[in-house]
């Protein structure tokens, strides 16, 4: 039986052959549904028709999580979504001499 190393150290994220934190589980579910598709097409296809677009999906479902791991790493997913919530500018819509001067604040 073979062994792979998985990353198991206090504090370190799971690192399973290069592959890091939530793209684990990205890739096991992306295999568990390409199985799942190969029964479905082995139903309705010829079982090489099956065989084939369930490792087409297999392939496309390993390239894409090692494409989104090369590219945004660990956290770097969760960090490029925050980014785009955030707004573009901040509008203000006082007058400028209402910025600057204090007659607006009363001091208690």
Not at 17 to 25: D, H, N, P, S
Request: proline share 3%; glycine share 10%.
């Amino acid at each position: 039986m073979l062994r792979y190393p998985v990353n198991k150290g206090v504090g370190k994220s799971v690192e399973f052959k290069g592959i890091r934190a939530q793209y684990v589980l990205y890739l096991a579910i992306g295999v568990l549904l390409s199985f799942l598709l190969f029964f479905v097409c082995s139903f309705i296809f010829v079982q090489w028709l099956a065989v084939l677009v369930c490792m087409v999906a297999i392939l496309l479902t390993v390239g894409g999580v090692v494409f989104l791991n090369a590219r945004f790493g660990e956290h770097g997913m969760t960090q490029f979504h925050a980014q785009r919530v955030l707004p573009g500018r901040i509008a203000n819509n006082r007058r400028i001499h209402r910025l600057i001067s204090d007659k607006g604040h009363e001091e208690p």
